[in-house]
């Protein structure tokens, strides 16, 4: 991993901006201060189009996608949230398997897939020193998942020296 001090949610407003449809809703719970990770930028903007692939995948249209950013003492937690068919309570850890699917053949005939994408998603998380976690209310009731990722209070200061040297 090729690390960089980046603004998440530049990261994060490009991902959804390229997902945006007519079909959706989007919301977004930014902070105001810019908030510096120490990530990789192509890896976590696959993590992003992922997770908001799979909320409009699983969603009927005219649903809303909420994005939020929330800044923790020690990490920032981001959460993507939709309004679509859930995830059944027993199925909630298994999704961030290799190749593992909901078994439910009304919704696997309409959308296909690998079911790659959040093991993916998973892995890059963990690379980045943060967690992830999908909760449901239950089938029909939507999704929410969210991951941390640990803040780089130095790199921010590093960056503004650097960018100091440029004014
Ligand atoms: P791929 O992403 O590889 O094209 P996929 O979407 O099936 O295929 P994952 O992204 O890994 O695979 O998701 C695993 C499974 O978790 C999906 O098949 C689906 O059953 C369920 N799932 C994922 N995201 C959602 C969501 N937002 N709402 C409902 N179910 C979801
Ligand atoms: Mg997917």
Known sequence: ???????????IETGANSSISSDF???????????????????????????????LKYSPKGGTVTISLETRENDVLISISDEGMGI????????????????????NSKVGG??????IVHDI????GGSIFATSDGEGKGTTFSFTLPYSSEGAEDWDDFTDEFE
Do not use: C
């Open 1 to 11: 991993l090729n690390y960089q001090i980046d603004r998440l949610v530049q990261i």
């Open 25 to 55: 809703t989007f919301v977004r719970n930014f902070p105001e201060e810019p908030i510096w990770v120490e990530i990789d930028p192509d890896k976590m903007a696959q993590v992003v189009d992922n997770i908001i692939g799979n909320a």
């Open 88 to 107: 059944p309570k027993a199925d909630l850890l298994k999704i961030f398997d290799r190749f593992y699917r909901v078994d439910n053949a009304s919704r």
């Open 114 to 119: 690998t079911g790659l994408g959040l093991s």
């Open 125 to 128: 998380v963990k690379m980045h």
